[in-house]
């Protein structure tokens, strides 16, 4: 039910602008490809493993590969025609094995024409259509068992995040996290992964704050949740990170593996990694694309704004952002139930009437995105070191979730930005968030903001302050904008960056089987 | 002020303190009599467990308050005291505006695979921390803000380049002990390449502890709740000293030399 009685006609005009802004984006997205791209390409194609040979450590074979194939005939014409014209005409029956006769020097990539051309076309589109096959049945898998199991029994679904670097001990978390009421198990990734341009292998046991995302690693995590949802009846679900400089092929494994969520942020990367902008677009579209055929749900990154800017100055910026997230997310085939856009508390506690104005910003996603699953983050920026205090913020940060209809709840932890959370502090974390659903759970039913009060004041106030932003930011660009620090007060022109090597414009005569078949059906 | 406290709960010399902590034993009265154990050896006497609750099937968290029997010596306890005095924006702008004669250049990152921004860019952006604008701020500074996950050669480079008379250095991110590690890498790299006329190199982070600075190899060390004005005031005592007494060695310096025959 609509509390804010925001008037529909500056609301389309809010999409409308985002859509505009986003445009030249989008076209350059599609006038571009990746090396990230061509690998996840690949490995829906079926390569796997890594070079364990090679002086840099565990070199992903798909990287061997697309690098080689850069080095002779690049990669303008995408790396599908080169590679499956190799393979058959070196009669290798495997995409490893290509891999390996390429490590060894044996193998001249060249680019195929007439029957040739053909017959790569063919082998590569069967090889990605047996890759989207695995997708498909994932997806079909989990539909299953969300039927069986159930659903969490109620909104928001609780949001966990375990991080020790090591996937046995997250499995051992996670488990013991699903059975104190976790309804969804995030896996912090190991700091730094988002800079590696390669995804590493197997499973590991030695990260930095948080673990690898590796193919092998979302296999033993999805399959202890599976063990454990089936102890608890219900389906809990597993998210990770598809954001640096990996993103398409992270996408990839988590539909070949049924990740449930992912994080997925157009811009992320761009202000808070330095990741190339064009890097990214070009990345975030075809991860997207990924995610919608895998049927994953993207948690945007709106929360890291409010963490570098302040939290009222800045509340428009964030539903800018929403507004771009969600066009990028349409445009690259995700519906509204898989958009978990993001937003937080974190207006400083010290400021007068701080949790009307909270109420007011994430009322105003619920009724902006009335179908999307929306992601509330809890308080990290103004948490101090004072367990109680933060205690008592987290307990606010869940109710104010709860009274404007929030769908997924990050559990605050009060030892946020002290240590990584002691077993007893999750715990105590999620004994707070059960207090608050269950002491206020139909609260929602009772609350009526005044109509002419201060949070549908202020909730038009941002409204309005977000199309301003967007119509500067289709006059001057997006990517203009992001350079100009728009965005988290982060500045980052559109030519530099990570990654930049990373980015080669599409011939005319471009193939990427990948990209047709998910253009085709999302 | 009296030489020897103890903590205060609701009467003076009372004592009492507060914990909680957590067991991996299974919750009972057993588990209740091992909390008070515990609590009893770490100098807890009398304890009273107060509250107890099971967490899973093999581990019990209590709280405990009871009276510590440790007195503290205040004559004993040793700190950094801030060694400058706090000067308000435009003082520090006069100042650096009369020592150098030019814009005092910063350097700042976040090195190694440590991503969190959070606290440079509390320090560095002009948005600032705690009500106070971070350094860009300052007309007579120069802040390159280097951002995320910079390697420590590039740091290196980037402040000779930039012609840096500081560096600063933010680590989040402890485990295995990354922030030390990082940070000694750092300095050691700064004195490799350009020895006495290296940069004054500052380190910042919650889970440093001012007192680190010649184990770290800094000059000095910013933890929990630095604000931008204590590090630009800093900033100018430090050059300040420097270009005051350039004949006899100045504090940073003998840290310097003290260090030089540490490694």
């Given at each position: 039910?609509?509390l804010?009685?925001?008037?529909?006609?500056?609301?389309?005009?809010?999409?409308?602008?985002?859509?505009r802004?986003?445009?030249?984006?989008v076209?350059?997205?599609?006038?571009?490809?990746?090396?990230?791209?061509?690998?996840?390409?690949?490995r829906?194609?079926?390569?796997t493993?890594?070079d364990?040979?090679?002086?840099?450590?565990?070199?992903?074979?798909?990287?061997?590969v697309?690098d080689?194939?850069?080095?002779?005939?690049?990669?303008?014409?995408?790396?599908?025609?080169?590679?499956f014209?190799?393979?058959?005409e070196h009669?290798?029956?495997?995409?490893?094995?290509?891999?390996?006769?390429t490590?060894?020097?044996?193998?001249?990539?060249?680019?195929p024409?007439?029957?040739?051309?053909e017959?790569?076309?063919k082998?590569?589109?069967a090889?990605?259509?047996?890759g989207?096959?695995?997708v498909?049945?994932?997806?079909?898998?989990?539909?299953?068992?969300?039927?069986?199991?159930?659903?969490?029994?109620?909104?928001?679904?609780?949001?966990?995040?375990?991080?020790?670097?090591?996937?046995?001990?997250?499995?051992?978390?996670?488990?013991?996290?699903?059975?104190?009421?976790a309804?969804?198990?995030a896996?912090?990734?190991?700091?730094?992964?988002?800079?590696l341009?390669?995804?590493?292998?197997?499973?590991?046991?030695?990260?930095?704050?948080?673990?690898?995302?590796?193919?092998?690693?979302?296999?033993?995590?999805?399959?202890?949740?599976?063990?454990?949802?089936k102890?608890?009846?219900?389906?809990?679900?597993?998210?990770?990170?598809?954001?640096?400089?990996?993103?398409?092929?992270?996408a990839?494994?988590?539909?070949?593996?049924?990740?449930?969520?992912?994080?997925?942020?157009s811009?992320?990367?761009?202000?808070?990694?330095?990741?190339?902008?064009?890097?990214?677009?070009?990345?975030?579209?075809?991860?997207?694309?990924?995610?919608?055929?895998?049927?994953?749900v993207?948690?945007?990154?709106?929360?890291?704004?409010?963490?570098?800017?302040?939290?009222i100055?800045?509340?428009?910026?964030?539903?800018?952002?929403?507004?771009?997230n969600?066009?990028?997310a349409?445009?690259?085939?995700?519906?509204?139930?898989l958009?978990?856009?993001?937003?937080?508390?974190?207006?400083?506690?010290?400021?007068?009437?701080?949790?009307?104005?909270?109420?007011?910003?994430?009322?105003?996603?619920?009724?902006?995105?009335?179908d999307?699953?929306l992601?509330?983050?809890?308080?990290?920026?103004?948490?101090?070191?004072?367990?109680?205090?933060?205690?008592?913020?987290?307990?606010?940060?869940?109710?104010?979730g709860?009274?404007t209809?929030?769908?997924?709840?990050?559990?605050?932890?009060?030892?946020?930005?002290?240590?990584?959370?002691?077993?007893?502090?999750?715990?105590?974390?999620?004994r707070?968030?059960?207090?608050v659903?269950?002491?206020?759970?139909?609260?929602?039913?009772d609350?009526?903001?005044?109509?002419?009060?201060?949070?549908?004041?202020r909730?038009?106030?941002?409204l309005?302050?977000?199309?301003?932003?967007?119509?500067?930011?289709?006059?001057?660009?997006?990517?203009?904008?992001?350079?100009?620090?728009?965005f988290?007060?982060?500045?980052?022109?559109?030519?530099?960056?990570?990654g930049?090597?990373?980015?080669?414009?599409?011939?005319?005569d471009?193939?990427?089987?990948?990209?047709?078949?998910l253009?085709a059906?999302? | 002020?009296?030489?020897?406290?103890?903590?205060?709960?609701?009467?003076?010399?009372d004592?009492?303190?507060?914990?909680?902590f957590?067991?991996?034993?299974?919750a009972?009265?057993h588990?209740?009599?091992?909390?008070?154990?515990?609590?009893?050896?770490?100098?807890?006497?009398?304890?009273?467990?107060?509250?107890?609750?099971?967490?899973?099937?093999?581990?019990t968290?209590?709280?405990?308050?009871?009276?510590?029997?440790?007195?503290?010596?205040?004559?004993d306890?040793?700190?950094?005291?801030?060694?400058?005095?706090?000067?308000p924006?435009?003082?520090?702008?006069?100042?650096?505006?009369?020592?150098?004669?030019?814009?005092?250049?910063?350097?700042g990152?976040?090195?190694?695979?440590d991503?969190?921004?959070?606290?440079i860019?509390?320090?560095?952006?002009?948005?600032?921390?705690?009500?106070?604008?971070?350094?860009e701020?300052?007309?007579?500074?120069?802040?390159?803000?280097?951002?995320?996950?910079?390697?420590?050669?590039?740091?290196?480079r980037?402040?000779r380049?930039?012609?840096?008379?500081?560096?600063?250095?933010s680590?989040?991110?402890?485990?295995?002990?990354?922030?030390?590690?990082?940070?000694?890498?750092m300095?050691?790299?700064?004195?490799?390449?350009?020895?006495?006329?290296?940069?004054?190199?500052?380190a910042?982070?919650?889970?440093?502890?001012p007192?680190?600075?010649?184990?770290?190899?800094?000059?000095?060390?910013?933890?929990?709740?630095?604000?931008p004005?204590?590090?630009a005031?800093?900033?100018?005592?430090?050059?300040?000293?420097?270009?005051?007494?350039?004949?006899?060695?100045?504090?940073?310096?003998?840290a310097?030399?003290?260090?030089?025959?540490?490694a």
């Open positions: 039910m609509a804010l009685d925001l008037d529909p006609k500056v609301v389309a005009t809010a999409r409308e602008l985002a859509a802004a986003a445009e030249p984006v076209a350059l997205a599609k006038a571009h490809t990746t090396v990230a791209v061509e690998r996840a390409t690949l829906l194609a079926g390569i493993g890594a364990t040979t090679h002086r840099a450590g565990d070199v992903p074979w798909v990287n061997r697309v080689t194939v850069r080095e002779h005939c690049g990669l303008e014409h995408g790396v599908a025609l080169p590679v014209h190799a393979l058959r009669d290798l029956g495997t995409l490893t094995e290509l891999a390996e006769a490590a060894a020097g044996q193998v001249r990539y060249t680019l024409t007439g029957r040739d051309r017959r790569a076309r082998a590569a589109t090889a990605v259509t047996r989207l096959r695995t498909d049945r994932n997806r079909a898998h989990r539909d299953k068992l969300v039927a069986k199991l159930g659903d969490p029994p109620r909104r928001p679904w609780i949001y966990l995040i375990v991080a020790t670097g090591d996937i046995d001990e997250d499995v051992v978390q996670a488990r013991n996290a699903a059975r104190a009421g309804d969804i198990i896996v912090i990734r190991s700091t730094g992964q988002s800079l341009d390669y995804v590493p292998e197997g499973a590991t046991h030695h990260g930095f704050a948080g673990t690898y995302a590796t193919q092998e690693n979302f296999r033993i995590m999805r399959a202890a949740l599976d063990d454990v949802s102890e608890v009846g219900r389906y809990v679900r597993l998210t990770n990170y598809a954001s640096g400089l990996c993103m398409p092929e992270i990839v494994l988590a539909g070949l593996q049924r990740l449930d969520m992912m994080l997925n942020d811009m992320y990367g761009i202000l808070f990694r330095d990741i190339n902008p064009i890097r990214t677009f070009v990345d975030q579209r075809f991860s997207r694309q990924v995610h919608a055929r895998a049927g994953i993207i948690n945007t990154g709106e929360d890291n704004y409010l963490t570098t800017a302040d939290a100055d800045a509340a428009h910026t964030v539903t800018v952002s929403q507004l771009l969600e066009h990028f349409h445009e690259a085939g995700l519906p509204d139930h958009l978990g856009l993001g937003h937080a508390f974190e207006i400083n506690p010290a400021v007068p009437e701080s949790f009307r104005l909270e109420l007011a910003h994430a009322l105003l996603a619920r009724e902006l995105f009335p999307a699953p992601k509330w983050m809890p308080p990290t920026k103004h948490m101090t070191g004072d367990v109680f205090h933060g205690y008592l913020l987290d307990g606010f940060f869940t109710l104010a709860l009274l209809g929030q769908s997924i709840l990050l559990v605050g932890m009060m030892t946020e930005a002290v240590v990584t959370p002691f077993l007893s502090d999750r715990d105590l974390a999620l707070n968030v059960r207090y659903l269950d002491a206020a759970g139909g609260l929602r039913d609350f009526r903001p005044a109509p002419d009060g201060l949070i549908v004041k909730a038009h106030q941002v309005g302050e977000a199309v301003d932003l967007l119509a500067r930011i289709v006059d001057d660009g997006l990517l203009d904008a992001i350079a100009d620090g728009t988290g007060l982060m500045k980052r022109p559109a030519t530099g960056g990570k930049a090597d990373g980015v080669i414009t599409k011939a005319d471009y193939l990427n089987p990948a990209a047709d078949l253009e059906h999302p | 002020m009296t030489r020897h406290v103890r903590p205060y709960g609701d009467t003076t010399g004592g009492m303190v507060q914990t909680s957590t067991l991996p034993v299974p009972g009265p588990a209740d009599g091992a909390a008070q154990q515990l609590a009893n050896k770490m100098g807890i006497d009398p304890a009273m467990v107060v509250h107890s609750h099971p967490i899973g099937d093999d581990f968290f209590f709280v405990v308050y009871g009276s510590v029997r440790h007195i503290v010596d205040l004559d306890v040793r700190v950094v005291e801030r060694e400058y005095p706090l000067l924006p435009a003082e520090i702008n006069t100042t650096v505006k009369k020592l150098l004669r030019r814009k005092l250049v910063v350097v990152a976040c090195i190694g695979t991503a969190h921004t959070v606290g860019d509390a320090i560095l952006n002009i948005k600032g921390f705690a009500g106070e604008k971070g350094l701020y300052y007309r007579e500074l120069k802040v390159v803000n280097l951002g995320a996950q910079v390697s420590v050669p590039e740091l290196v980037r402040a380049a930039e012609k840096a008379d500081a560096v600063l250095v680590q989040v991110v402890t485990q295995r002990d990354a922030h030390i590690l990082n940070t000694q890498e300095s050691a790299a700064f004195r490799e390449a350009m020895g006495e006329r290296r940069p004054l190199l500052i910042g982070g919650p889970r440093f502890d007192l680190m600075a010649a184990e770290l190899g800094v000059d000095r060390v910013f933890g929990r709740g630095t604000t004005g204590e590090v005031s800093y900033l100018v005592h430090a050059i300040h000293t420097t270009s005051a007494d350039t004949k006899t060695t100045t504090t940073a310096a003998a310097r030399a003290a260090r030089k025959e540490n």
